[in-house]
Nanobody, 123 residues
Framework: QVQLWESGGRSVQAGGSLKLSCEAS????????MAWFRQAPGKEREGVAA???????TYGDSAKGRFTISKDNAKNTLYLQLDNLKPEDTAMYYC?????????????????WGQGTPVTVLS
């Protein structure tokens, strides 16, 4: 059974940094496409960043230049480094996994989701 557990979300001042983690079980991270999405109150869930099994990455416009996705296959863990955070980055951040992802930042690509970790950026 595929399970994903996110952690690392908290409140931080604007301009600060956070590193989110997503521990996976039921599959090996080297064999799946994995991604981070976020959802702010009253808004649609949006794709932030994705990393394919070969290590290639895709970033959403909001993440480019500020966020970095990575994974440690030995620990079966996905990461998202968030730098230069802005109040508009406030959201619940979700980890997702799929056997493959032709469209990496499309929500419907991913059948498996974690419960989310909250990030609040204070101005």
């Amino acid at each position: 059974q595929v399970q994903l557990w996110e952690s690392g979300g908290r409140s931080v001042q604007a301009g600060g940094s956070l590193k989110l983690s997503c521990e996976a079980s039921g599959f090996h991270s080297s064999s799946r496409c994995m991604a981070w999405f976020r959802q702010a109150p009253g808004k649609e869930r949006e794709g932030v960043a994705a990393i394919q099994s070969d290590g290639s990455t895709t970033y959403g416009d909001s993440a480019k230049g500020r966020f970095t996705i990575s994974k440690d296959n030995a620990k079966n863990t996905l990461y998202l480094q968030l730098d230069n955070l802005k109040p508009e980055d406030t959201a619940m951040y979700y980890c997702a996994a799929a056997p493959y992802c032709a469209i990496p930042l499309r929500r419907t690509t991913y059948p498996n989701w974690g419960q989310g970790t909250p990030v609040t950026v204070l101005s």
